[in-house]
């Protein structure tokens, strides 16, 4: 929900409800910092905000970006010989459009960077345009060449925010805060792929976005979704950390080192697949509340109920009702 309202920030007021609801989202959530909504809702919303503001990053940077913003952009990069030229006339693209930054990408002996230089004189940019602009650049980047590029890592100057486990559904590699940088990095050999997406592939890629550059899919190799699934697939057993490794075949000491440097801890994990299963099952079914309590590992309806709270600020039935 957090993502959703710095969207709705710069939408009309008189338009957020009426929006919120046509992408399913109902409007008394929007209060609720720690609400779930779906990638679908989240990017029906996305899409109808841009339509309705003609603007494909809606209020989040200094000037409009057109519709048909991305699609002049893709098209500029698709007779790029290798990904650096195309990063190279990605960064060039904005510098003609946007004041707000300088988009920078580089090498540095094993690693390539594409970096987010602040403009002394340009706008602030904000944590949320920070990141999609990060989100839009990989997302396009690994479609070039046909392949998701893993990052090496992800980096912001802002403080580590309340809720940044999140960051496991937008990068596909370890996310630090508190850095000198806004850049993402991957193995420089990337660099030297060649574009291999064409002017006909270009239609579908549109017609899904943002899903096909906002979010990191489960079949993303890094630890925490590997384990993520294992305790979903788990349930209604709560498995120990000690099963989840020999499943993963390391030692519980690895697990939580590979777990740390991704910036999240088996317990968040268990927590966020449980909420994440109970408010899809919320607002998807009928299903007793009691049902969903022992569905998701609690054997206590009032611990579920006690969690669930903790979880998103909300009762469980106050949550299904709002819907």
Known sequence: ??????????????AIARLAECSGIASELLSEPAARV??????????????????????????????????????????????????????????????DFRIVSRRDGALGYVELADNPAGPDV????????????????????????????VEFPFPRPPL?????????????????????GFDAAYLDMPVRQRKPDLEKFLSRAPEDWIFVSFAEQMT???????????????????????????????LCRRLAAEGT?????????????????????EDPIAAIAFDVGFDNPTAFHRAFRHWTGSTPNAYRRSL
Request: hydrophobic share 40%.
């Open 224 to 254: 925490c979704h590997r384990v993520r699934q294992y305790v979903a697939d788990c349930l209604p057993v709560s498995p120990t950390i000690e099963a989840v490794a020999q499943a993963l075949h390391c030692s519980v000491r690895t």
């Open 38 to 99: 779906t990638q679908e809702q989240f990017s029906t919303l996305y899409r109808l905000l841009a339509r309705e503001a003609d603007d494909e990053m809606p209020g989040i940077f200094s000037r409009p970006l057109r519709n048909g913003t991305l699609k002049y952009l893709c098209l500029s990069l698709l007779d790029a010989p290798r990904l650096e030229v195309a990063l190279h006339r990605f960064g060039q693209f904005f510098h003609l459009i946007l004041d």
């Open 265 to 285: 801890a088996f317990q968040a994990i268990k927590d966020d697949v449980r909420r994440d299963i109970a408010i899809q099952r919320l607002t998807r079914s």
């Open 126 to 153: 904000s944590v949320l345009g920070r990141e999609l602009m990060l989100k839009l650049v990989h997302g396009v980047a690994s479609w070039l060449i046909r392949r998701k590029i893993p990052l090496q890592a």
């Open 1 to 14: 929900m957090s993502v959703v309202n710095g969207f709705l920030s710069g939408a009309n007021p008189t």
């Open 164 to 184: 940044a486990s999140d960051h496991l559904y937008l990068f596909p590699g370890p996310v630090h805060f508190g850095c000198g940088h806004t850049r993402i």
